[in-house]
């Protein structure tokens, strides 16, 4: 099992730009998430879904788009790109009850 | 709403050593979950060990072991025997129990310690 993948590992965006940050994994999760994680601090809930089709905003959506057409992918969308938007963003999967396991992390600079 | 503080931005621990690393959390609900993940410089976040709330036994994973004191909403790391490998970001998190998932069901972090290792 590779686990959580995400990519890309980092990104330099341009204000204004969009982009999408991938994420799958192959654990059969319904359950998947991204966070963000601005320095010196933890990780954050932007969005989540708890099966294909399923989105919900978390404590920090705004800027943001999700879709969840598979059970394997739960790609983010950042539309109009913001300096406060870098930050470091990790996609996680779990199975109800069970911890969640996370991916690897894409650093995303904005300027 | 819940909350986790882990009061030690740094901290540092001779290799071999022991080195126990502080977390409280604030929660009204009986039914939770509390973990202890690891940041290495890779910054992949790494599960260390888990404990439900309704356990009153530790949780042990190898070199890794927690105090918990749910009266006193503690739930301490100890981290026996150190190796340089250790040296890391660590982030006590809080998770409900209740509900279906989702929102609910997110994981809320502490601001984190960093352990540096001395060989």
């Known amino acids: 099992n590779a686990g959580v993948t995400q990519t890309p590992k980092f990104r330099i965006l341009k204000i204004g730009q969009s982009m999408t940050l991938q994420c799958a994994q192959d654990?059969?999760?319904?359950?998947m998430y991204w966070y963000r994680q601005d320095p010196g601090m933890g990780l954050k809930l932007i969005y989540y879904s708890v099966g294909a089709g399923i989105t919900d905003k978390g404590e920090v959506p705004n800027g943001y788009n999700v879709s969840r057409s598979t059970t394997e992918d739960f790609p983010l969308r950042l539309e109009l790109a913001a300096p406060s938007q870098t930050s470091v963003y990790f996609c996680?999967?779990?199975?109800?009850?069970?911890?969640?396991?996370f991916g690897p992390g894409t650093r995303l600079t904005v300027t | 709403a819940q909350t986790v503080t882990q009061s030690q931005p740094e901290m540092s621990v001779q290799e071999a050593e022991t080195v126990t690393l502080s977390c409280t959390y604030d929660?009204?609900?009986?039914?939770?979950?509390l973990f202890w993940y690891k940041q290495p410089p890779s910054r992949q976040m790494i599960l260390v060990i888990r404990?439900?709330?309704?356990?009153?036994q530790n949780a042990t994973e190898n070199r890794f072991s927690v105090n918990f004191q749910k009266a006193a909403k503690s739930f301490s790391l100890k981290i026996s025997d150190s190796q340089l490998g250790d040296a890391a970001m660590y982030f006590c998190a809080y998770r409900s129990a209740s509900g279906l998932g989702g929102a609910t069901n997110k994981l809320i972090f502490g601001t984190g310690t960093l352990l540096a290792v001395q060989p």
């Open positions: 654990m059969n999760h319904n359950y």
């Open positions: 929660t009204s609900e009986s039914d939770y979950y």
């Open positions: 996680a999967s779990s199975h109800i009850p069970r911890e969640q396991y």
């Open positions: 404990q439900e709330a309704y356990k009153q």
